[in-house]
């Protein structure tokens, strides 16, 4: 059996033509994805030595600080910064920022590198599962959860086989440490009758079609509001997935393409839905199939859509779930219709029809059973095995009613939830030069937040009132709100900051605020 190259060391290949072939990840490029060099050898040893060499010229300079005896905390930080971050997506980042810089290098970085022992990890990994977490203690626990220590261990193991890689050390410490087991999150599904309530609701609400789609293709979260028009043929019915868009601290939604290649698909729609679609397409003026109301030119932000699949949730009267778990219902209904794994794994974007069975195990196990059972008859000529005759489940349409909710008064403003710890309340009342104009208050909760709107309001109000008085139309606002005045003054003032928390932070406003003017306002500045 041949040997497996490790992690980092490239991979080596007999081509058809009778050459050997080298390759290895060098970096990433602007799209965040990997990029590769080769190197090409009449042998394999002569195309080992020059996969080495061409690493050699790719691999970042070394420190003088980089010695065997370097605390542990600062070659975790130089392999981070050098070696692993170069080839991370910007969310993949944060992940791991988050477990190096909070827990490793704090718990173990004033251990020498050629000191750290396996004990040393243990005991680590024994302090996180007990008393790990930094924040939210009163709801999760004092304890990170299985899948954090695990992750910490990733990072920690990663780290050190490179500094054996290099000579710094001459076995990796953290091979052999016992770890939390790896346990695959719960799935949930809807039922049949809470999707049709699901359904039901989400139409009330506006989010019909959105939510329609994902049940039929169970697309993943970031694939879905990333599609466009120009990717679906009204025709024929065809969907191709090839983007899909995410949300980062620093810059805010991007657009890349999916992480891998097989999640670059084409989706069959069944006419129906493609009728419905169609339908919707006429009300939706934008280049996006699902755009955000309130940023023009933008696909809906995939937190806004979560804070809204638990609203509609809890108004049908189902159960919570996760958005990805819908994408689980549409597996499970499509398995136990009858589809096999393989088309269902093309159209979930599985590098693999074993992952989908890895995932599905629960819906394909009576699926195998049935099928030996009848290959059985089929070979053995075995009676086949009676079994009690079930009742036919009938689907009965439901008599749900949507949730309609509490519709404000005209004049009173509207109050919008931002984030998790932010909402916004908004009045746009008419000026007397026939614009609207609105104007908006900030708050954590949305009771701070419906005691200070009234004071907008009236503040507004009595504005209105002494321009029509004195007939002065230039005192009428422009249509900007203070804060974004706030946000562009210390924009121009420090050009050289650029960090949005940091502009949140100097003009005492919430992130989110920063996001939806920033590009406007660098646009202007140049």
């Given at each position: 059996m041949a040997r497996k190259r490790k992690n980092g060391e490239g991979t080596v290949r007999l081509?058809?033509?009778?050459?050997?072939?080298?390759?290895?990840?060098i970096g990433c490029d602007e799209k965040n994805l990997p990029k590769t060099k080769n190197v090409l050898a009449k042998t394999k040893s002569e195309c080992v030595e020059k996969l080495k060499q061409l690493q050699e010229q790719y691999t970042p300079p070394k420190s003088d600080k980089v010695k065997p005896e370097m605390p542990f905390g600062e070659w975790m930080d130089f392999w981070y910064q050098n070696y692993s971050r170069p080839k991370l997506r910007p969310t993949t980042r944060a992940g791991y920022e988050g477990r190096i810089y909070q827990h490793i290098i704090p718990e173990l970085g004033s251990v020498p590198l050629n000191q750290l022992t396996q004990n040393d990890l243990q005991q680590f990994y024994a302090r996180l599962k007990k008393s790990g977490r930094l924040l939210h203690t009163e709801h999760y626990g004092k304890g990170l959860s299985d899948r954090m220590v695990r992750a910490c261990h990733m990072n920690c193991r990663s780290a050190l086989e490179k500094a054996v890689q290099e000579g710094l050390i001459r076995v990796n410490p953290a091979i052999g440490c016992k770890l939390p087991p790896k346990k695959a999150r719960e799935m949930q599904v809807l039922t049949r009758e809470e999707i049709q309530r699901f359904l039901i609701q989400a139409k009330a609400e506006g989010y019909f079609e959105l939510f329609l789609l994902e049940l039929t293709t169970g697309l993943r979260r970031g694939e879905l509001l990333a599609l466009q028009w120009d990717d679906?043929?009204?025709?024929?019915?065809?969907?191709?997935?090839?983007?899909?868009?995410?949300?980062?601290?620093?810059?805010?939604?991007?657009?890349?393409?999916?992480?891998?290649?097989?999640?670059?698909?084409?989706?069959?729609?069944?006419?129906?839905?493609?009728?419905?679609?169609?339908?919707?397409?006429?009300?939706?003026?934008?280049?996006?199939?699902?755009?955000?109301?309130?940023?023009?030119?933008?696909?809906?932000?995939?937190?806004?859509?979560?804070?809204?699949?638990?609203?509609?949730?809890?108004?049908?009267?189902?159960?919570?779930?996760?958005?990805?778990?819908?994408?689980?219902?549409?597996?499970?209904?499509?398995?136990?219709?009858?589809?096999?794994?393989?088309?269902?794994?093309?159209?979930?974007?599985?590098?693999?029809?074993?992952?989908?069975?890895?995932?599905?195990?629960?819906?394909?196990?009576?699926?195998?059973?049935?099928?030996?059972?009848?290959?059985?008859?089929?070979?053995?000529?075995?009676?086949?095995?009676?079994?009690?005759?079930?009742?036919?489940?009938?689907?009965?349409?439901?008599?749900?009613?949507?949730?309609?909710?509490?519709?404000?008064?005209?004049?009173?403003?509207?109050?919008?939830?931002?984030?998790?710890?932010?909402?916004?309340?908004?009045?746009?009342?008419?000026?007397?030069?026939?614009?609207?104009?609105?104007?908006?208050?900030?708050?954590?909760?949305?009771?701070?937040?419906?005691?200070l709107l009234p004071g907008l309001i009236q503040q507004?109000?009595?504005?209105?009132?002494?321009?029509?008085?004195?007939?002065?139309?230039?005192?009428?606002?422009?249509?900007?709100?203070?804060?974004?005045?706030?946000?562009?003054?210390?924009?121009?003032?420090?050009?050289?900051?650029?960090?949005?928390?940091?502009?949140?932070?100097?003009?005492?406003?919430?992130?989110?605020?920063?996001?939806?003017?920033?590009?406007?306002?660098?646009?202007?500045?140049?």
């Open positions: 081509r058809k033509d009778g050459r050997w072939e080298g390759r290895v990840v679906l043929n009204l025709e024929t019915g065809e969907l191709k997935i090839t983007k899909q868009v995410y949300r980062t601290k620093e810059d805010g939604l991007l657009i890349s393409q999916p992480k891998t290649k097989s999640s670059i698909r084409t989706v069959s729609l069944p006419p129906p839905l493609l009728a419905i679609l169609k339908e919707y397409k006429e009300g939706v003026n934008s280049r996006w199939m699902f755009p955000s109301p309130v940023k023009e030119g933008s696909p809906l932000d995939p937190a806004h859509i979560r804070t809204r699949l638990h609203l509609i949730l809890e108004h049908a009267q189902c159960k919570q779930i996760r958005f990805h778990d819908l994408r689980h219902t549409f597996a499970t209904i499509a398995l136990g219709n009858g589809m096999d794994v393989k088309t269902l794994s093309a159209m979930l974007g599985h590098v693999s029809a074993a992952t989908t069975l890895d995932i599905y195990t629960h819906i394909t196990n009576p699926m195998r059973s049935e099928a030996a059972a009848k290959i059985d008859q089929r070979i053995g000529k075995a009676a086949p095995q009676e079994s009690p005759a079930e009742p036919q489940e009938k689907w009965a349409m439901t008599t749900f009613q949507p949730y309609v909710g509490r519709k404000r008064k005209s004049g009173t403003g509207c109050i919008t939830q931002i984030s998790e710890n932010c909402w916004e309340g908004r009045y746009s009342p008419v000026w007397p030069d026939g614009k609207k104009h609105s104007r908006n208050v900030y708050a954590k909760t949305r009771e701070e937040c419906e005691t507004m109000k009595a504005e209105i009132r002494a321009i029509k008085e004195s007939g002065n139309l230039d005192a009428i606002p422009d249509g900007i709100s203070e804060k974004k005045k706030a946000i562009a003054a210390y924009m121009r003032k420090y050009p050289e900051v650029t960090s949005k928390s940091a502009i949140a932070k100097a003009v005492q406003v919430d992130k989110n605020t920063v996001n939806r003017y920033y590009e406007e306002i660098r646009r202007e500045m140049d």
